[in-house]
């Protein structure tokens, strides 16, 4: 039996084993790209709201260039790192096929408004009935029960080895204290793939961690291409020199708890945040001229350098923390924390002036009332249940064993797109004489 490619319905292991792993692995392919969920994302905020302009990114576009960025590590990885060809355990292995899928699949769960809904549905849960939102976490809703394909109970029913590669955050996220993981009416399952694999308790995969981190190199690279096109990055020395960005900067790594690895401690993070940014900002001038003062070639340009230079120190080491081994930058073969550290500083360079802009920030407070008024309406069963989509509704009263009410009112709302949303908020509580609204009602999605 090969552990790598089992499906959960087949965990007996009767049917596993047939065929290559890359036809399984483009089975799972197959099977995402032509999910609802998957084409939904092309409808769903990255940045800037989905619909803003057809120039920015959405949770689609972000999806398609991690995977990109991934598989090509991957690929280098596979081909010059010997350790990997010796596959001393399933979870210390990288398949390019597997690591393409995860990421593909590593944002369905995001809600609309990105990270706004996914704020307000955590709260607006929390507060009436103790149930957490979350995104990763609802990722595994989607690919183990919402999701639906002919002769499965088990969503998508893909192979372990793309499951446990979406799976970054190895824990169940009910358990007190969890912010990030699994549902455990999902867990369930990735506990039983876990201990099948042999994986220690608490450590990801190879290929989720170089998922994820291909993924962190796309928002440290993408998101700045978007803010310097809708002119929120200005590419001139007043900007990059302005204490007050170069502060906030500072102020949001402290705040960020995922930091602790990149021992900021060690280091003058003043200076370091002042040196990144001057030194971004002569790159641009040095590609602008290049580029004959063209603006979107040198755009394009300076993204692409900094995610080879990115990519191209990817690779693993051992963790002495948790005996198993850690994907991150490395150079002369130790941990470069000095490019993580640089990593960062552009994540939160793209945070600080895209996503607390104060116009962003009034579409975020727009989001929030909209998923508020829309989870009064759909969340007591007695009305709710007239107003949602007869074949939620059959699946609920099917399940609803294990499916509360409130948490069918969390997916539904959480699978709209941006647009959809609106769509649904104004047949509520738009004006009855807005005849734009009116004829849309019959319109399905």
């Not at 398949?95 to 607006?124: I, M, Q, T, Y």
Request: aromatic share 10%; glycine share 8%.
């Amino acid at each position: 039996m090969n552990v790598r490619k089992i499906r959960l319905d087949e965990s007996s292991g009767a049917h596993a084993g047939t065929g290559e792993d890359r036809d399984e692995y483009e089975k799972d392919y197959a099977r995402l790209i032509g999910s609802p969920s998957f084409r939904r994302l092309q409808g769903k905020s990255q940045v800037f709201g989905a619909g803003s302009g057809d120039y920015y990114r959405t949770r689609l576009t972000h999806s398609l260039e991690v995977s990109q960025i991934a598989r090509e590590v991957a690929r280098k990885l596979v081909k010059n790192d010997p350790f990997l060809a010796r596959k001393e355990h399933p979870g210390l292995m990288i398949d390019p096929d597997v690591v393409e899928c995860a990421s593909l699949a590593h944002d369905l769960g995001h809600p609309p408004f990105g990270h706004k809904g996914e704020e307000v549905l955590n709260r607006l849960l929390m507060e009436e009935h103790g149930l957490k939102f979350e995104g990763n976490a609802q990722n595994f809703r989607l690919l183990m029960f919402l999701e639906k394909r002919a002769g499965s109970d088990s969503g998508l029913d893909l192979t372990a080895s793309v499951l446990l590669a979406v799976n970054k955050y190895p824990y169940c996220i009910d358990e007190p204290g969890r912010l990030k993981g699994v549902f455990r009416s999902e867990w369930e399952g990735i506990e039983h793939l876990r201990h099948l694999w042999g994986m220690p308790a608490g450590c990801a995969t190879l290929e989720a961690q170089l998922m994820d981190l291909c993924d962190d190199i796309a928002y440290s690279t993408h998101d700045l291409e978007d803010g310097m096109r809708a002119g929120k990055i200005q590419m001139n020395r007043s900007f990059f020199e302005d204490d007050r960005v170069i502060r906030s900067l500072m102020q949001e790594i402290a705040n960020d708890t995922t930091n602790e690895d990149m021992v900021w401690d060690q280091v003058d993070m003043y200076a370091m945040v002042k040196r990144v940014l001057i030194q971004f900002l002569e790159q641009w001038e040095q590609i602008y001229a290049e580029n004959g003062g063209e603006p979107s070639r040198a755009r394009r340009e300076i993204k692409a350098r900094w995610v080879g230079k990115f990519a191209s120190q990817v690779g693993f080491i051992d963790d002495p923390k948790t005996g198993w081994k850690r994907v991150t930058f490395i150079r002369d073969g130790e941990e470069n924390l000095e490019l993580l550290r640089t990593m960062e500083i552009l994540k939160k360079l793209a945070w600080v002036t895209l996503i607390q802009d104060f116009r962003v920030q009034r579409l975020h407070k727009r989001s929030e009332v909209m998923i508020g008024r829309l989870w009064e309406s759909f969340k007591g069963y007695e009305t709710g249940h007239q107003i949602v989509p007869p074949d939620w509704l059959e699946n609920y009263e099917r399940q609803k064993s294990r499916w509360p009410w409130e948490r069918l009112v969390a997916d539904y709302i959480s699978g709209m797109t941006d647009a959809y949303a609106e769509k649904v908020y104004a047949e509520f509580f738009a004006s009855a004489s807005n005849t734009k609204w009116g004829l849309s009602i019959y319109d399905r999605d």
